[in-house]
Nanobody, 122 residues
Framework: QVQLVESGGGSVQAGGSLTLSCAAS????????MAWFRQSPGKEREGVAG????????YYGDFVKGRFTISQSNDKNTLYLQMNNLEPEDTATYYC???????????????WGQGTQVTVSS
């Protein structure tokens, strides 16, 4: 089993920055692939960024446009999402996800956190 706990959400003005964290525990093998997704009311969940093993592979949603960076701590127990130049359209609940296989293109990661809210005001 894997447990994921997000933190770092909050309210910022457009153009500001936030760093989200996801504390991960449980089998390192099961959480080889990790990702951030987001969902806002009335919209489908969408992939923000994904990562595999020391950033050997990283994935970003088209809307990121170089503004966000996904990374992990050296011990792989914390996943980060550095978000810069935030826009009101980035307002959503952000979720951390993990799986033993790459689920980026389907979004069907096996384990999910409870989410952290990000609100960007204009």
């Amino acid at each position: 089993q894997v447990q994921l706990v997000e933190s770092g959400g909050g309210s910022v003005q457009a153009g500001g920055s936030l760093t989200l964290s996801c504390a991960a525990s449980g089998s390192p093998y099961i959480r080889q692939y990790m990702a951030w997704f987001r969902q806002s009311p009335g919209k489908e969940r969408e992939g923000v960024a994904g990562i595999y093993r020391d950033a050997l592979q990283t994935y970003y949603g088209d809307f990121v446009k170089g503004r966000f960076t996904i990374s992990q701590s050296n011990d792989k127990n914390t996943l980060y999402l550095q978000m810069n130049n935030l826009e009101p359209e980035d307002t959503a609940t952000y979720y951390c996800a993990a799986d033993a296989a790459n689920r980026w293109y389907t979004g069907t990661y096996r384990f999910w956190g409870q989410g952290t809210q990000v609100t960007v005001s204009s």
